[in-house]
């Protein structure tokens, strides 16, 4: 396979070419955000060379494609929302915005030479086991056919956006979006907007918002947990002290310990989420004199129930002026705004959707059929599950990045995904090493699992939190790692894949 002369710009257009043969891959993967891109480039380094990353979008990137959203940027630093093995290099900014990571995830995969093998603008709409090869065959929603030994979905969770089925929604006579379709022509400067939904996207957005709109009316079905973020910039100290050998790997291991130490106990029950609580009551305190404001802004649940927001504005861009908060439910919407339950009217020229993601619908809408046809979806209509987020039993060959439970609320996701992809390609290694055509983890070691993570939830909030995108409609959390990093790590570790795995006769 020749490299183009210029892979930086195959990254941003259709490439159909390059793959010799779509017929005969060793892997698919399928979704090139960061675990796509990550899982490229160890499988490049694995020696691994005849493999695609096919990705429905015309760019790479993932969530950090589609939200461009005004404020966007990432509650985690950049020093660890990054590669362990591509370091990050801004010295200047703790948190680092949407721009900073699309581009940083465009470089990685550029200079690690996956131009070659990214199929953009094909989205994949159906993958079958072929139980007599042991291979899978995908269908691209143009209908082209690849086949290849091994598939590996890295989706990701949060990339189908929520348009919730509000009465009415159709009438609306002005412009109206999602927070992660957002529509650059509208200029929204001059118009009274109205927001729904009060999430971490809504928190970004309210202070750009405010800044230019008239009114804007805020919609909150639930509170969040708010706790202030840390210090934005490094100081001169800070950036010199960067310059030094090893620095970037002390200072990301110690916000690795450091996340896992802080924020995974806030997700337990009892006593261990008593001084973030503490913390975040004080802070809506100092940030809202106004009483009636700050009752409607006290959740009613413990914190950790919801993704708590990491943010410095939001609380004080709710205090301001031109901004309502309205946490009456919404019955309708109408031509030119929409109703509550008191039988309010509130009159808007646009709604934005910051309603989130259809997260638990993992793996939507592709059709994945496994050994003896059996449907996917099918068998996660009350929830998905999978062994350590990864495999599951009856779909041989097939891995997923950021599958069922495996989301980390409490640190960084990108290294989540690099034990899940040093792990699987262990597996690959050990398929390779017995000689058989497929593998599948066994239904003990998917059993095993699942027992333990329902007592490990069951020591969480997450149980008794209302709603959020944790939770598969049947109430089964489905989506968060209920326990720190370095547990996932240490598990990983002690289950070589020769003990949960069989190979498929
Ligand atoms: P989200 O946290 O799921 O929030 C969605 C909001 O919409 C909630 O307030 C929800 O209310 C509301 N909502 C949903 N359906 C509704 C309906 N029918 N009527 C009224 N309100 C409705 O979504 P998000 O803010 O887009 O964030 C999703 C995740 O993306 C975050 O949790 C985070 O993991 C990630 N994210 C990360 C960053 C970052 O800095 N790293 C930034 C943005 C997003 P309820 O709470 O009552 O359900």
């Known amino acids: 396979m020749s ?34 891109i990550g899982m490229g480039v160890a499988l490049r380094r694995a020696g691994i060379h005849r493999f695609a990353i096919y990705e429905k979008s015309t ?18 630093p950049s020093h660890l929302y990054s590669f362990a093995f591509a370091p990050y290099r801004n010295r200047h900014t703790r948190y680092p ?32 086991y072929i139980e007599d090869e042991g291979r899978w065959e995908l269908i691209t929603a143009a209908g082209q056919r690849v086949v290849a030994d091994v598939v590996i979905f890295a989706v990701g969770q949060l990339h189908r956006p929520n348009l919730p089925e509000i009465p009415g929604r159709a009438d609306f006579a002005g412009p109206s979006f999602h927070t992660a379709r957002w529509d650059h022509e509208t200029k929204l400067h001059g118009l009274d ?4 939904g009060t999430g971490s996207s809504a928190a970004q957005i309210l202070p750009t918002l405010a800044a230019t709109a008239p009114r804007v009316r805020v919609f909150q079905r639930t509170p969040h947990w708010v706790l202030p973020k840390p210090t934005i910039e490094f100081g001169l100290l800070a950036r010199t002290a960067l310059l030094a050998p090893g620095a970037h790997h002390i200072y990301r291991q110690a916000l690795y310990y450091g996340a896992d130490a802080l924020f995974a106990p806030i997700m337990r029950r009892g006593w261990s989420a008593h001084p973030a609580e503490w913390v975040a009551r004080r802070y809506l305190r100092r940030a809202v004199d106004d009483a009636v404001l700050r009752a409607k802004l006290t959740p009613g649940y413990p914190i950790g129930g919801k993704r708590i927001i990491l943010d410095n504005d939001y609380y004080r861009t709710l205090t301001h002026a031109n901004v309502e908060l309205i946490a009456e439910p919404i019955t309708r919407i109408t031509r030119d705004g929409l109703m509550t ?4 009217h509130h009159s808007a020229d646009a709604i934005i959707y910051a309603t989130g993601f259809k997260a638990p619908e993992f793996l939507m809408p592709v059709i994945v059929r ?47 995904k690099e034990h899940q992809i040093d792990w699987i390609i262990k597996c690959l290694r050990w398929r390779e090493r017995t000689g058989a055509a497929a593998i599948e983890v066994t239904e003990q070691a998917m059993r095993f699992h699942q ?32 326990a720190s990093a370095r547990t996932y790590e240490r598990i990983l570790r002690h289950h070589p894949p020769s003990d949960c795995f069989r190979a498929v006769p």
């Open 370 to 416: 496994g050994r003896g046809g059996v449907q996917l979806h099918d068998q996660w209509h009350a929830g998905a599950t999978a062994f350590l987020g990864m495999a599951v039993s009856g779909y041989p060959n097939a891995f997923l990045i950021a599958g069922p439970n495996s989301f980390n609320p409490a640190g960084s996701n990108p290294a989540m």
């Open 193 to 196: 907007v109205a927001m729904i």
């Open 451 to 482: 027992r333990w993570l329902e007592q490990a939830i069951g020591k969480t909030v997450w149980p008794i939190a209302g709603t959020s995108w944790y939770k598969h409609s049947s109430g089964a959390i489905t989506n968060p790692w209920p």
């Open 59 to 76: 760019e790479v990137g993932g969530v950090w494609r589609d939200n461009t959203y005004p404020g966007c940027n990432c509650d985690v």
């Open 97 to 128: 915005g949407q721009r900073e990571i699309l581009a940083y995830l465009r470089r990685v995969a550029d200079e690690r030479g996956l131009a070659p093998h990214l199929q953009l603008d094909t989205a994949i709409s159906e993958a079958t």
């Open 3 to 36: 490299t183009p002369k210029n892979p930086a710009r195959l990254l941003k257009r259709n490439v159909t070419t390059p793959i010799p043969d779509i017929r005969d891959l060793q892997v698919a993967v399928v979704g090139a955000g960061f675990g796509g």
């Open 341 to 344: 339950a008191d039988g309010g």
